[in-house]
């Protein structure tokens, strides 16, 4: 199973708490874990995902957290 870590700003914008989450395992997959981090540049949220084994990433730019119903 692949999983996603996040860091601690990905967890508070997505609203995750610690007791949620699951522990980290060993990667089972050929390309392992995604690694999740948020910034803001020029005022606009960004994601960056990174895969930890090949290194490969993309940005998510202009995020907006969902309004709860």
Do not use: H, Y
Request: net charge positive.
């Amino acid at each position: 199973m692949i999983q996603l870590r996040c860091t601690k700003k990905v967890q508070d914008f997505i609203g995750v708490k610690k007791e949620n989450l699951c522990k980290v395992s060993e990667r089972e997959s050929s390309l392992g874990n995604w690694m999740a981090n948020i910034f803001i540049q020029d005022r606009r949220k960004i994601i960056c995902f990174m895969n930890e084994r090949t290194l490969l990433s993309f940005v998510l730019t202009g995020v907006t957290k969902p309004k709860a119903a």
